[in-house]
């Protein structure tokens, strides 16, 4: 059997019991480390807010590097990883450390892929940390279902996104990630037939034709623009609305305030990837602007993509997995512009203070750990 280290696997912050802190995934078998709570005091932490009986307080940061927190071993040659370009036999590595990274909010990785990413990178964690390993189960059996559906490039850039600081790095994977979304994962349209876009473009033609202010060049351009784009179907933002629906995160008849929402989402996507500055958003000034672009950025789209990634990965409300499927925040941003807590809208309170900040993080803080204290019950 060949045994090798696996870095900066993070399941909270004191080892959890056997039945959960050791898992057979596929033919690999993962185990923290008995000297875990050792390793793990040593790790980068990011800055965050906790609550103890004094209030609400803000850590700080904590540097730190790569720490073997577990093992890997597997017998034979391994299987393949096949959440890349191509088949790589490597004995499903790659898989292991990109399913446990997307689990975990943070770059989990084995020597060899330690140069391609940061050990501080964090994002947020997709399933209950006491449940990574039962749940990286899960997900490598469903792991040829995401390839199947194109799904699985979403989830490396997902990933990557955790290694940068940078707004507009983070904006490029997010975006390309949850266009690949709006692309590859089922959602249902209504198509408008061949006979009835023919017809479309035929009277645009004969429109354009008519127009006396064109030239003749000018004419065919735009022929060939409008003709392409009733080809071409649903835009970004109606299948941004359809995956918004099918999700039951907006009404099937969405209100003002949705409609809204799900612009600045499309904006921001749009103008920041392509253009790389903070787009003025109708209606808001340029605080709120700003307040928006960035949490949309650092958590609306991820959650959006997290709840999109681990459903294909067989996650499901109520059982294994089943924080990544839960909607409220989604939910409250697109009806209230409010996420965990963060009213986007209240001109008073700086974006910078983050999405964790505002009055009512108490009691969602209280919320969360009462879900997972029910969670951990049944699981147990």
């Given amino acids: 059997m060949k045994t090798i280290d696996l870095f900066n696997l993070y399941m909270g912050d004191s080892r959890p ?32 807010l906790t609550f103890n009986e004094t209030g609400l307080q803000r850590l700080p940061a904590q540097e730190g590097t790569w720490h073997a927190t577990a093992t ?67 997900a490598w059996q469903n792991r040829e279902s995401l390839v199947s559906k194109n799904l699985h490039f979403a989830l490396l850039l997902y990933n990557q996104a955790m290694n940068t600081n940078i707004l507009q790095l983070r904006a490029a994977s997010y975006c390309t ?33 008519k127009t006396t202010e064109l030239q003749s060049d000018q004419v065919e351009r735009y022929r060939n623009l409008l003709s392409g784009q009733i080809d071409r179907g649903p835009s970004l933002l109606d299948k941004l609305f359809s995956l ?12 003002h305030e949705q409609k809204t929402r799900v612009q600045y989402v499309d904006r921001v996507c749009n103008i920041l990837t392509h253009t790389g500055r903070i787009p003025d958003l109708k209606g808001l000034n340029d605080e709120q602007s700003k307040r928006y672009t960035a949490n949309i950025v650092a958590a609306v789209v991820p959650e959006i993509i997290r ?74």
């Avoid at 986007?344 to 009462?370: A, I, Y």
Wanted: glycine share 8%; proline share 5%; charged share 25%.
């Fill in 17 to 48: 019991g056997p039945s959960w802190s050791e898992s057979s995934i596929g033919c690999l078998k993962v185990r923290l480390t008995d000297d875990y709570n050792d390793k793990i005091s040593q790790l980068p932490q990011p800055s965050m």
């Fill in 72 to 138: 890997v071993s597997w017998e034979g040659a391994g299987e393949n990883s096949i959440l890349l370009d191509k088949v790589a036999d490597d004995g499903g590595l790659w898989d292991l450390c990109n399913l446990l990274t997307f689990l975990t909010g943070r770059n989990v990785a084995t020597p060899e892929y330690c140069e391609r990413v940061r050990p501080d990178g964090y994002g947020d964690y997709a399933v209950a940390q006491i449940e990574t390993l039962r749940a990286a189960a899960l």
């Fill in 177 to 209: 990630a949850l266009n690949i979304v709006l692309d590859q994962h089922e959602i249902t349209y209504t198509k408008v037939i061949k006979p009835i876009r023919k017809k479309l473009k035929d009277e645009i033609s004969n429109i354009l034709k």
């Fill in 244 to 255: 918004l629906q099918s999700l039951e995160i907006i009404d099937p008849s969405p209100t």
């Fill in 307 to 380: 709840i999109v990634i681990g459903y294909h990965l067989g996650f499901r409300a109520g059982s294994l997995g089943s924080y990544c499927q839960i909607k409220d925040d989604t939910i409250n941003f697109f009806q209230n512009g409010v996420f965990r807590g963060q009213s986007f809208d209240d001109p008073v309170k700086s974006f910078e203070n983050g999405v964790l900040g505002g009055p009512r993080f108490t009691e969602v803080f209280e919320q969360v750990l009462k879900k997972n204290a029910e969670l951990y019950k049944r699981l147990s």
